[in-house]
């Protein structure tokens, strides 16, 4: 599913990993404390690793729209990841465009 309600297409761009935001696409409680700041960035930076996204490798951050992907981004540049971009329009842009590949169901690895 796209866990948006105006993005018809369903999947996911190829080779993404879900960095678990947490309850639906609009929000982010995993990376915020309840007063909405930003968790510490050892709490994200283990979330992360859990997850397979690790510093040494190039991290395109992507979401919906762009401001979850925007945000997961500066995490990154504020921990000093050195291989960070933010694909702004994210899932939208890419599933409008009927050249880009996608996945769906659930992923291998």
């Given at each position: 599913m796209s866990g948006y309600n105006y993005i018809e297409k369903k999947g996911r761009i190829p080779g993404a990993i879900f960095g678990n935001?947490?309850?639906d696409a609009y929000h982010m409680?995993?990376?915020r404390?309840?007063?909405?700041?930003?968790?510490?960035?050892h709490e994200i930076a283990a979330q992360w690793q859990?997850?397979?996204?690790?510093?040494?490798k190039h991290l395109a951050f992507y979401c919906g729209?762009?401001?979850?992907?925007?945000?997961?981004?500066?995490?990154?540049w504020?921990?000093?990841?050195p291989r960070i971009s933010v694909f702004d329009d994210g899932w939208f842009e890419w599933s409008n465009d009927p050249d880009n590949p996608?996945?769906?169901g659930i992923p291998k690895e």
């Open positions: 935001c947490d309850s409680e995993n990376y404390n309840v007063d909405h700041t930003t968790r510490e960035f859990e997850a397979g996204i690790t510093p040494e729209t762009g401001w979850r992907g925007s945000e997961a981004f500066f995490n990154a504020l921990m000093g990841w996608y996945d769906t």
